[in-house]
């Protein structure tokens, strides 16, 4: 336990504002006095009342009053009961909920001065000089203007007796903090915006949901998304979901795209494919700039190739249902962080707007920002495509590469035929799943298996793990065996829970060496780390190890070192999210319930302190943050005060499975039941193996996807440097047996020998993770546990699309 110091958990009062330069220390309360209102404006979006309630509860935390702002900048406008009074308990059982509950609308009204100072008195009679604003580029640039014109609005509205002296000085100045709520993710400053996943988890259900119906008739079918000047939505929809032709408007496709479209439309179905599908931003284009619309589509196919073809037009379902696990904590970690910039603010500090860079949250200024998303669609009004994409962000050049590499019909005939087994470079690599299922591993395998073939190497597909290769199940997988691979839950290559030292290294190295290796991949949890390190450490001992080895975190657990994300924890956190609402909701008209909910993790509290942030969790009892019976005892009576004071109806609580030997689910359920007695029930749900069930996220397609390009890229330069004369592999640098992992802001290739020293091989842990210091006292901050540590991890930054490698 000594490894694991836990000194960024200790219960003080205080908080911590990092600024990128410089810390500032603030007491817990000290912002007793300030006032600050949040409002949503333009279009809604999914996770915007995660945002608002972490407004609301970080500004109560701090002791600032907060405010509602209603309907947006109309309210405002209007004032009255459109601005009242936000409480705790307000803000309560709004978090899984769509769209956003204090409203949202446009307004003609703040365009005009005189609503501007009708919005300035409104805002000074209660004293509000702090604006949090959720919205598009067009609310945060209206919200930039008000801002700059301040001073002068209450020079008019003194100059016309409408505020006192003493309310010109208090309110003399006035500070902004945005965060974008947009589903089209086209604000360029941030790789993800408010919404974007949730609207990315409807369409990618949609698309699952017609595929199905499609094959069974050998239909054609074209989807339009929305994306009126972005096309993330259609493109990233179009790599998650193997979708055939995707249409854009930052890429519009070449003059005779018509005939290259039904070419390969045609040659898939001579191929055996039984449908096609052709995914539309609402704003496509030609190279010419003329709209391409979906009927355009369904014509050209049904005319020229006499397909059975539909048009869907999904429309505002993107917008709507319940915001995913990602947008809830990226609205809460950014309503939290947004709180955290207005305390830190001077009157002469730039507006700014609270982004995600990686996994890291930015603060960047304001209208650096909007400028360079107006540059956009400069660059595209003056057909300057490829500027366009480059001022998307490296992000979406990844993007937009790797589905087009992806998304061709066979490998190029001068690198390797379509089965795969007769390649241009005459030489094998090999991937392998260990460890338990984990959503994302199939769009990975899938990723490597058609970059490798393009780049004339053959690939082997090693089954079941080590079993498959001591027993001989290593086959060649060809260009279209992984069709259809990326939408899949599982491991279709089969996987063990095993480590290579179980099965004999000495036996492992000998197959290796006999099916000629040159490279391997290798997909899973820690198992997977485990044994990659084994067989780098034996190199000395067995030449076949000294091959390129790279592994790919695959695990629901996320408890491999060396990296901040594992493929599959994002749709694990969906599955628990939903069934914790799911959970939840079986109490509506039960008053006064508390639910014990158990999470899988091994000795990791990943899962658990996320899916709490994620469903509104009173606790999360995990291994990593000890705990003992007076903390139990504590929570048992700040839920009694929840539901008793503020009317709370519904408690949760969160436990990790190997959090506590001796306070296990049972012992915590019997204990809040005993103690609850006259104040609510109890009930106790173990998730178990549901949690690795289900459909790959979006989240977890694309990223598996893209991990893997990077994984052939590196791989084959290191196979290429390491040759011999005599053409074999000799490899035995720490660099060429490495993990790839997402680091804060970037995706980086660690030397597993480098990972073994922060590595608590006992409990399969990494011995620092990011999330304890940030999540775990935010968790307690939303459920109104007021002795807490808060570390913002936002930095301030600035527009650079340059130097990023994110995925």
């Known amino acids: 336990m000594g490894e694991h110091s836990r000194e960024h958990l200790s219960r003080k009062d205080s908080i911590w504002i990092q600024t990128g330069r410089e810390g500032q220390e603030l007491d817990a309360g000290s912002a007793t006095g300030k006032?600050?209102?949040?409002?949503?404006?333009?279009?809604?979006?999914?996770?915007?009342?995660?945002?608002?309630?972490?407004?609301?509860?970080?500004?109560?935390?701090?002791?600032?009053?907060?405010?509602?702002?209603?309907?947006?900048?109309?309210?405002?406008?209007?004032?009255?009961?459109?601005?009242?009074?936000?409480?705790?308990?307000?803000?309560?059982?709004?978090?899984?909920?769509?769209?956003?509950?204090?409203?949202?609308?446009?307004?003609?009204?703040?365009?005009?001065?005189?609503?501007?100072?009708?919005?300035?008195?409104?805002?000074?009679?209660?004293?509000?000089?702090?604006?949090?604003?959720?919205?598009?580029?067009?609310?945060?640039?209206?919200?930039?203007?008000?801002?700059?014109?301040?001073?002068?609005?209450?020079?008019?509205?003194?100059?016309?007796?409408?505020?006192?002296?003493e309310q010109r000085k208090s309110c003399s100045s006035i500070n902004i903090v945005g965060m974008v709520g947009s589903i089209d993710n086209d604000f360029c400053g941030t790789d993800m915006t408010i919404g974007t996943d949730s609207a990315l988890h409807r369409i990618i259900e949609s698309v699952d949901s017609i595929s199905t119906t499609a094959s069974s008739h050998q239909r054609a079918f074209v989807l339009e998304v929305m994306g009126r000047h972005c096309g993330y939505l259609a493109l990233v929809a179009a790599l998650a979901t193997e979708a055939d032709w995707v249409l854009i408007p930052e890429c519009p496709p070449d003059k005779g795209w018509e005939k290259t479209l039904c070419k390969k439309l045609s040659a898939e179905r001579e191929m055996g494919l039984r449908l096609n599908i052709v995914i539309i931003a609402e704003g496509a284009i030609d190279i010419e700039g003329n709209p391409i619309t979906a009927n355009m589509v369904k014509d050209l196919i049904t005319n020229e190739l006499k397909y059975d073809t539909r048009v869907t037009v999904l429309g505002h379902v993107q917008r709507g249902g319940k915001p995913t696990a990602f947008d809830r904590i990226l609205g809460a970690r950014m309503g939290a962080e947004a709180v955290l910039a207005l305390m830190d603010a001077k009157p002469d500090t730039p507006a700014c707007v609270v982004s995600l860079d990686g996994n890291q949250t930015v603060r960047v200024p304001l209208m650096e920002c909007v400028e360079r998303t107006k540059s956009v669609q400069e660059a595209m009004n003056k057909k300057n495509f490829q500027e366009a994409v480059r001022l998307r962000g490296k992000s979406f050049q990844n993007n937009l590469a790797t589905y087009l590499r992806l998304s061709k019909?066979?490998?190029?005939?001068?690198?390797?035929?379509?089965?795969?087994?007769?390649?241009?470079?005459?030489k094998k690599l090999a991937v392998m799943n260990i460890g338990a299922p984990a959503c994302g591993a199939n769009a990975a395998v899938r990723s490597f298996v058609r970059f490798a073939l393009t780049k004339g190497y053959t690939v082997l597909g090693i089954h079941d793990s080590f079993d498959g290769l001591l027993y001989g199940d290593v086959k060649p997988i060809g260009w279209t065996d992984v069709h259809g691979w990326t939408c899949q839950g599982g491991s279709l290559l089969g996987t063990k829970k095993c480590t290579a030292a179980r099965y004999g290294l000495d036996k492992v190295a000998e197959k290796l060496k006999e099916h000629d290796i040159s490279g391997l991949l290798i997909?899973?949890?820690?198992?997977?780390?485990?044994?990659?390190?084994?067989?780098?450490?034996?190199?000395?001992?067995?030449?076949?190890?000294?091959?390129?080895?790279?592994?790919?975190?695959?695990?629901?657990?996320?408890?491999?070192?060396?990296?901040?994300?594992?493929?599959?924890?994002?749709?694990?956190?969906?599955?628990?999210?939903?069934?914790?609402?799911?959970?939840?909701?079986?109490?509506?008209?039960?008053k006064r319930r508390v639910f014990i909910v158990e999470v899988m993790g091994g000795y990791c509290g990943y899962l658990a302190t996320m899916a709490g942030?994620?469903?509104?969790?009173?606790?999360?009892?995990?291994?990593?943050?000890?705990?003992?019976?007076?903390?139990?005892?504590?929570?048992?009576?700040?839920?009694?005060?929840?539901?008793?004071?503020?009317?709370?109806?519904?408690?949760?609580?969160?436990?990790?499975?190997?959090?506590?030997?001796?306070?296990?689910?049972?012992?915590?359920?019997?204990?809040?039941?005993?103690?609850?007695?006259?104040?609510?029930?109890?009930?106790?749900?173990?998730?178990?193996?549901?949690?690795?069930?289900?459909?790959?996220?979006?989240?977890?397609?694309?990223?598996?996807?893209?991990?893997?390009?990077?994984?052939?890229?590196?791989?084959?330069?290191?196979?290429?440097?390491?040759?011999?004369?005599?053409?074999?592999?000799?490899?035995?640098?720490?660099?060429?047996?490495?993990?790839?992992?997402?680091?804060?802001?970037?995706?980086?290739?660690?030397?597993?020998?480098d990972l073994r020293g922060i590595t608590d091989f006992e409990k399969r842990l990494p011995k620092q993770q990011w999330w304890l210091s940030l999540v775990r006292p935010l968790l307690r901050i939303m459920a109104k546990h007021s002795n807490e540590a808060y570390r913002a991890d936002a930095i301030l930054s600035k527009v650079d699309f340059e130097d990023d490698d994110n995925a």
Request: hydrophobic share 35%; proline share 3%.
């Open 523 to 590: 997909i899973g949890g820690f198992e997977a780390y485990h044994s990659a390190l084994q067989m780098a450490e034996a190199r000395s001992k067995y030449d076949a190890f000294c091959i390129p080895m790279v592994v790919i975190p695959c695990t629901i657990s996320n408890n491999v070192p060396g990296t901040d994300f594992s493929l599959g924890a994002d749709t694990a956190l969906n599955e628990i999210a939903d069934i914790c609402d799911r959970i939840k909701q079986s109490a509506t008209g039960t």
């Open 613 to 753: 942030l994620a469903g509104g969790a009173d606790a999360a009892y995990i291994y990593e943050d000890p705990f003992n019976i007076t903390n139990l005892r504590d929570d048992v009576v700040h839920l009694k005060n929840k539901i008793i004071q503020l009317g709370v109806q519904r408690g949760l609580i969160l436990r990790n499975e190997n959090a506590n030997a001796n306070y296990t689910t049972d012992f915590i359920h019997q204990m809040f039941s005993e103690e609850g007695k006259g104040s609510f029930t109890c009930r106790k749900n173990v998730l178990g193996h549901m949690q690795q069930g289900g459909v790959p996220s979006p989240f977890d397609r694309n990223y598996g996807t893209k991990m893997a390009s990077k994984a052939v890229d590196y791989m084959i330069t290191k196979v290429e440097e390491n040759t011999t004369e005599d053409g074999k592999i000799k490899s035995c640098t720490k660099d060429s047996a490495v993990l790839l992992g997402m680091c804060r802001r970037q995706l980086l290739f660690t030397p597993l020998e």
């Open 35 to 165: 006032s600050l209102g949040v409002f949503t404006s333009g279009g809604d979006s999914q996770g915007m009342n995660s945002a608002v309630r972490a407004v609301v509860r970080m500004g109560s935390f701090l002791g600032c009053k907060v405010y509602y702002i209603k309907e947006g900048y109309q309210g405002m406008v209007d004032g009255g009961d459109h601005i009242i009074e936000a409480s705790w308990a307000s803000s309560s059982g709004i978090m899984q909920k769509g769209g956003t509950v204090i409203g949202s609308a446009r307004c003609a009204d703040f365009r005009q001065r005189e609503g501007r100072l009708k919005a300035a008195k409104n805002l000074i009679d209660k004293n509000i000089t702090n604006l949090v604003v959720i919205g598009g580029d067009g609310s945060l640039t209206g919200a930039n203007l008000f801002r700059q014109e301040w001073n002068s609005l209450l020079d008019e509205l003194k100059a016309t007796d409408r505020i006192t002296d």
């Open 409 to 426: 019909l066979r490998p190029p005939k001068v690198m390797c035929d379509p089965t795969g087994q007769v390649c241009s470079s005459g």
